[in-house]
């Protein structure tokens, strides 16, 4: 069984919410999990609801970095801190993959610290799940973007590894055998876009082991046609904040809407059951995280506001990445292309 | 008064909307305007329908770069295309401004070629409007992203005068006497985003001729903290057509849902007029269009499926820069940061 090192004191809602979503996993599946951080305040908020203590064990670490610290100082200075101490424990042995709500820049610097760099692999990826329009029956209600913040510059072999990477991802996780890859670019033709993306599309075009649709523009993102979108990590940040602040704002309009005349909120309330469906598919505390990509071990990166149902699904991808041996796949994947 | 050059030829929609705007404007202002293309075809058009003929002048083009075509190539090729006639009668002092529905990548490679950047500027920008949420009453429900597709990267100094531009532009135009400049990061913090957006950081905190709020993030491009973003045209177009992107999803998930239930029906018929509302505020073929600038005339860029009142607009927004001296503003306030 997997054996899932959760950082206890990473999130806005954390150490509640992620205790709440460890303590409804151990009830409902076999996956092992460890809660890192304060442990008397982790033991009390277990012992405030059921859970499966044979499936649940905890350590402690003294301290634990904050959303808003900056991360490289931050893990410096707190040598003891959940992240910290997890993804030792991992890079250790004593666990297979790490979870984590909290400091994304702590995360993949955690990760970078104390996991090592699959043979071949130049730079780790961080590779978020978005919501987009399908454009067959069947297809996947969720894109991969990736990098969305690990990196800020790539060059075209690390894009092309992206590639690979987050195929094998998405062929593992999400069960696409030929998931359709496009590369982030200013316009359709291969030589748009500066010499990097010039050659990175002619790499990604001659790699067998990738399905490469071409070019992807911005407006091309929120449908169906690419299943794996491949960027530097500081186009693909902006674009995943992007995708976040437009349903937020959305959100918000509503509700402004709601207030203003008596026939819009009876016309938003005979669309409630449609508005919800929509809210659930475009609501990033729902997902299940992010996987960092491109070390031997994984780290799963779940939504800051992740409550517990969120955190839920983050270990259960994460569990389910290290049965389906998602880092030996990828190492096979890049062993092939170099 | 303003002599406005319209490449009759460029767009979805031409030369039928483009005439159809340019009638429209010659009875309703003092706008003079050049019709520029086939010169049969025009004449046709316009007696076809009601409009000011001592406004409106033709000057014959016998060719026209299509939406599809390389520009580069396209522009080598005809050497006669509407869009080179039109810049270069701006050129030649035949005309103030140029307006065009067509072909993006020639429009700008055409003003490139034709018209001179403004002393001390080392770049040509793209800059478009966009919809987004106001933070306070009375605050412009338009935000101006720049640049969006004129470079493909860009140094610091570069970024520092794009801001120093949209700045300029903002004033003149949106009647903004301060706009918020942002730059587009990937963090709030100073130390982000990778050399160039560190020193273009640094530079733009110090521009006492720029109100800079500082990195804005992509969550934060759909709301009003900046009134100006600022980035390298990669990240412009992506992000701008994105936006333009989302819009249509929205639109035909929307049209879906009215299928699938009587009661989602019902719901939009009741919200039909905020769901208009919505529709004009995030509708890019509405707008006036996007301004090139930097260069010692102006150039409006409207959007390829422009119809009538989309060419007005910009036509209307193509003599008010003129009237307002925009060039001459942004080569001022260029002048003052060297």
């Avoid at 990826?125 to 978005?130: D, M, N, R």
């Avoid at 070019?215 to 979108?229: C, P």
Wanted: aromatic content about 4%; hydrophobic content about 45%.
């Amino acid at each position: 069984m997997p054996r899932i090192a959760v950082d206890a004191m990473g999130g806005d809602f954390a150490p509640e919410e992620v205790v709440k979503g460890v303590a409804r996993v151990s009830l409902e599946s076999d996956i092992e999990m460890v809660l890192v951080g304060n442990a008397d305040r982790i033991q009390a908020l277990l012992d405030a609801g059921p859970y499966n203590p044979e499936l649940i064990s905890v350590r402690h670490a003294s301290t634990a970095i904050g959303m808003g610290e900056e991360p490289r100082e931050a893990l410096r200075a707190k040598r003891d801190a959940s992240i910290t101490v997890a993804t030792r424990m991992v890079a250790g042995g004593d666990a297979d993959a790490v979870v984590s709500a909290g400091n994304t820049g702590a995360c993949v610097l955690a990760a970078a610290k104390n996991f090592k760099l699959i043979r071949g692999v130049k730079k780790a990826a961080l590779a978020s799940v978005y919501p987009r329009q399908t454009e067959y029956p069947g297809q996947d209600v969720f894109g991969l973007l990736l990098d969305v913040g690990a990196t800020i510059r790539c060059d075209a072999v690390e894009l092309a590894q992206f590639a690979v990477m987050g195929s094998a991802y998405a062929r593992r996780i999400s069960k696409q055998p030929a998931a359709r890859v496009g590369l982030l670019n200013m316009g359709s033709e291969e030589t748009k876009g500066g010499e990097v993306l010039v050659e990175a599309h002619r790499r990604l075009r001659s790699l067998p082991a990738v399905n490469f649709v071409g070019n992807v523009e911005g407006n091309e993102i929120a449908t169906g046609r690419a299943d794996v979108i491949v960027a530097e990590g500081l186009l693909g940040n902006v674009v995943l904040k992007l995708l976040e602040g437009i349903s937020e704002v959305a959100t918000s309009l509503a509700l402004q809407a709601a207030h203003e005349s008596w026939r819009w909120r009876l016309g938003m309330a005979m669309l409630s059951s449609g508005i919800a469906r929509m809210r659930d598919l475009t609501d990033f505390k729902t997902y299940g995280g992010a996987p960092i990509l491109g070390f031997e071990s994984l780290c799963i990166k779940a939504h800051g506001r992740s409550t517990a149902p969120a955190i839920s699904n983050a270990i259960k991808v994460a569990a389910k990445a290290v049965r389906d041996r998602i880092a030996p796949e990828i190492a096979d994947a890049v062993a092939q292309i170099r």
